[in-house]
């Protein structure tokens, strides 16, 4: 039967929400930490910290080389990305301070991490069964990482850096503030404002 139009066209599709909104709740990074150090892959205790510290997916991770490495800035070089651009990220002291603790141990490398991704995944299967964390996945430590990024008062262009979002939109997914942390910025926000009333009463009544 001929149609003049796709019947199907006007059919609203169902959105996928897959959205993720795991982050580390207190204690579970110790935890997770302790299970890494007892693994048996030498790399990924340092691979995760890393990754929290960086921001960085898994793959930009193992890919990265110490020719990209730049002490004296404190940077890292991203040659290309998941999303085909490059980037160069500032890295923390504690980023700094595992690079150290890598170069010491991996003299002679190219890579930062020269292991396998089937090598990583393995490692990460047996420390999750060991530390059972529920629903947290390697991937996570990405959102944990940006949000902590917003948390410590980062601008969203200071962030979009690190991480190498170009939309601000996907950039948000990736963000999910912790309402306490939130609850007592605010507080020292009002205690500072009325400190600052009380200070300009008192100079006034110098005055």
């Not at 599709?13 to 990074?29: C, S, Y």
């Not at 996570?140 to 850096?161: I, K, P, Q, T």
């Amino acid at each position: 039967m001929p149609l003049p139009s796709n019947p199907f066209a006007e059919v609203p599709k169902p959105k996928v929400n897959d959205a993720r909104q795991r982050r580390l709740q207190g204690g579970e990074w110790e935890r997770l930490n302790e299970a890494c150090r007892r693994s048996r892959n030498p790399f990924i205790r340092d691979m995760v910290e890393f990754g929290l510290e960086t921001a960085m997916r898994q793959g930009e991770v193992l890919n990265a080389c110490w020719s990209d490495v730049d002490f004296d800035k404190r940077t890292l070089h991203i040659p290309r990305a998941k999303n085909g651009h490059s980037r160069t990220i500032p890295l923390s002291p504690r980023a700094i301070a595992i690079l150290h603790h890598r170069r010491a141990d991996g003299l002679g490398q190219a890579r930062l991490f020269p292991t396998t991704e089937d090598a990583v995944k393995m490692a990460w299967r047996r420390v999750m069964a060991r530390v059972r964390l529920s629903n947290f996945r390697y991937h996570d430590l990405r959102h944990e990482a940006v949000s902590r990024f917003f948390e410590a008062g980062l601008s969203l262009a200071e962030v979009a850096l690190i991480s190498g979002h170009r939309d601000p939109r996907l950039l948000f997914r990736y963000t999910h503030l912790k309402p306490e942390l939130i609850a007592q910025k605010l507080s020292s926000f009002h205690s500072g404002v009325q400190h600052g009333r009380e200070a300009a009463r008192r100079t006034r009544g110098v005055l």
